[in-house]
């Protein structure tokens, strides 16, 4: 499995941001308001992933009073923080389109609401991605300095 590429993530964001504006024109007066429940809940899976990879990396190091870690654990977390990244791209570009439709109609109640929750949604997704991206640079096996000499 390769490394997820931040350039990649940067044209599904921009992909779905403006896919998103676009449905959201003849749509938006028909859609129920932005739930503010996606912004904690995205938090928490970035904290749980960052701390994963944080554990994730000291047992692959094998630092004291940590037990050694499986590679097929490894593997998996790795497609978890693969996934993460995309999703998070994916969401915060559906985020940012909410965004970005509703900033013209901001003197209104509803599209003023839908612009904060979507804003914050979208701060989270950023963040969630960034702990994809951390904890997939966390799976990574270190190089043995004996590999080195051969």
């Not at 449905?23 to 928490?44: D, F, Q």
């Not at 804003?119 to 004996?146: I, Q, R």
């Amino acid at each position: 499995m390769k490394p997820s590429h931040p350039g990649v993530l940067v044209g599904v964001f921009a992909v779905f941001t403006f896919l998103t504006w676009g449905l959201l024109k003849p749509l938006y007066s028909s859609l129920p308001t932005l739930p503010w429940t996606a912004i904690p809940t995205v938090l928490l899976l970035a904290i749980g992933e960052a701390y994963s990879g944080w554990m994730t990396k000291a047992r692959i190091e094998r630092r004291a009073e940590t037990k050694p870690v499986e590679p097929l654990a490894v593997a998996r977390l790795a497609a978890l923080a693969k996934a993460s990244a995309y999703a998070g791209a994916i969401f915060g570009g559906v985020f940012a389109g909410f965004a970005l439709y509703t900033t013209d109609l901001l003197e209104q109640g509803v599209p003023r609401r839908d612009f904060l929750i979507a804003g914050g949604s979208l701060v989270a997704c950023a963040v969630l991605v960034c702990a994809a991206l951390y904890l997939e640079h966390c799976c990574k096996v270190p190089k043995d300095s004996e590999d080195d000499h051969r």
